[in-house]
């Protein structure tokens, strides 16, 4: 199970950081994503770690503000999200990809979904 929190309202330049717990399974055997979906859009990844934790990989519209990470030992991950735009709003969700090579982040591939929560950014 995946629980993802720290969504919220905040202001175009502000910041927030998305946590998600997942329990019941072996968390460190996981590559795990933030994916997002704005209204009227598919869904795309934002950001993705390795299991180690020693790699990252980033949609081009984040590079540079959203930093990715994760604490094997508390079965957490994290996105944190700085000079957050209009266009960040959307539903995020983080994901757990299963079958993951312990050094490489995955763009693709993931089984295991959280119920995701809602960013919004005002202009």
């Known amino acids: 199970q995946l629980q993802a929190s720290g969504g919220g309202l905040v202001q175009a330049g502000g910041c927030l950081r998305l946590?998600?717990?997942?329990?019941?399974?072996?968390?460190?055997?996981?590559?795990m994503g933030w994916f997002r979906r704005a209204t009227g859009r598919e869904r795309e990844l934002v950001a993705a770690?390795?299991?180690?934790?020693?790699?990252?990989n980033y949609a081009d519209s984040v590079k540079g503000r959203f930093t990715i990470s994760r604490d094997n030992a508390k079965n957490m991950v994290y996105l944190q999200m700085n000079s957050l735009k209009p266009e960040d709003t959307a539903v995020y969700y983080c994901?757990?990809?299963?079958?993951?090579?312990?050094?490489?982040?995955?763009?693709?591939?993931?089984?295991?979904w959280g119920q995701g929560t809602q960013v919004t950014v005002s202009s």
């Open positions: 946590s998600c717990a997942v329990s019941g399974r072996t968390f460190r055997s996981l590559g």
């Open positions: 770690i390795s299991r180690s934790g020693s790699s990252t």
């Open positions: 994901a757990g990809r299963p079958n993951a090579i312990s050094s490489y982040a995955y763009f693709d591939g993931y089984d295991y």
